[in-house]
């Protein structure tokens, strides 16, 4: 387990590498990052067959991204870079002073270093195509870290680290939400998984008996707990149809058998 997470974290060092360098890696570096893994010829292909699943340029300059957008995509990018190209352009020399001020907290400096870095906000997104996210959400959670960023610039100490710590700040911000939005999939699929097993188990037994079925009866069928059941029939918004409802009845929620028993001399 060890040597999988390893080589995980290997991968994901060389995507951040690859992205930093706009996209590009080649295989000699493919072979120097997993050098301790010993790939063998075929191992290693499937590397570089990754990676180029990716949108990673291996020996080659990276695919363009506007490939990979859909039309609404494209029009938003076209909208923000529009927008953005009407902020002024900075030379290298109003860059350099502005860097120094903002590192020294110059509040005015560092929003203007942010307005200044927006077009590179759309150029990294452009890195994180197709990674199961909008183009939209990437630039504007880049964004979001951005204006988040040049307010620490003054824990810098050199003027000269200021496009590489907001360049860094935007990747991790927007690698950050493509994982997050990636296990909010898994989530998602574990949920469907666990609505389609007990629908379709319901489905089984019903056809066996010739309607629909109690969650006791599929209890005794599969040795499942009340839990899983329940839990399926809530997630599905009671659209099993094979089952009759195990929350039926219950105006609090709780099942038939889950409600506190009448006491003696109770009812009328």
């Known amino acids: 387990m060890d040597q999988e997470i390893a080589f995980g974290n290997a991968l994901q060092k060389l995507r951040r590498e690859a992205r930093e360098n706009g996209g590009r890696t ?64 900075l030379t290298d020399r109003e860059k350099e002073r502005l860097y120094r001020k903002a590192v020294e907290g110059d509040a005015d400096a560092q929003k203007r ?17 197709q990674q199961g996210v909008l183009l939209e959400d990437l630039i504007g959670e880049g964004n979001v870290a951005l204006y988040h960023t040049v307010s620490l610039l003054g824990a810098l100490e050199e003027a000269s680290e200021v496009e590489e710590t907001l360049a860094h700040a935007v990747m991790d911000a927007m690698e950050e939400y493509i994982a997050d939005n990636l296990k ?32 006791e009866e599929l209890m005794e069928e599969t040795g499942w707990k009340r839990d899983k059941i329940v839990e399926a029939w809530r997630l599905s918004g009671g659209n099993i149809e094979s089952l009759v409802s195990p929350i039926a009845g219950s105006a609090d ?16």
């Open 253 to 268: 929620g709780k099942t038939e058998t889950e409600k506190e028993p009448e006491q003696p001399g109770s009812s009328e």
């Open 113 to 129: 270093v942010a307005e200044s870095f927006l077009k590179n906000i759309a150029d990294i997104a452009r890195l994180y195509v």
């Open 26 to 89: 080649t295989t000699s570096r493919v072979r120097e990052v997993f050098e301790e893994f010993s790939l063998d010829e075929k191992q290693l292909q499937e590397v570089l067959i990754y990676l180029r699943e990716s949108h990673i340029g291996v020996d080659e300059e990276a695919p363009e991204a506007e490939e990979y957008l859909s039309e609404e995509e494209k029009s938003y990018l076209a909208d923000y870079l529009k927008t953005v190209a009407d902020l002024p352009v």
């Open 184 to 215: 909010e999939d898994a989530r998602g699929q574990r949920a469907v998984n666990r609505v389609n097993e007990v629908a379709d188990r319901a489905k089984e037994l019903a056809d066996d008996l010739r309607r629909s079925v109690t969650a």
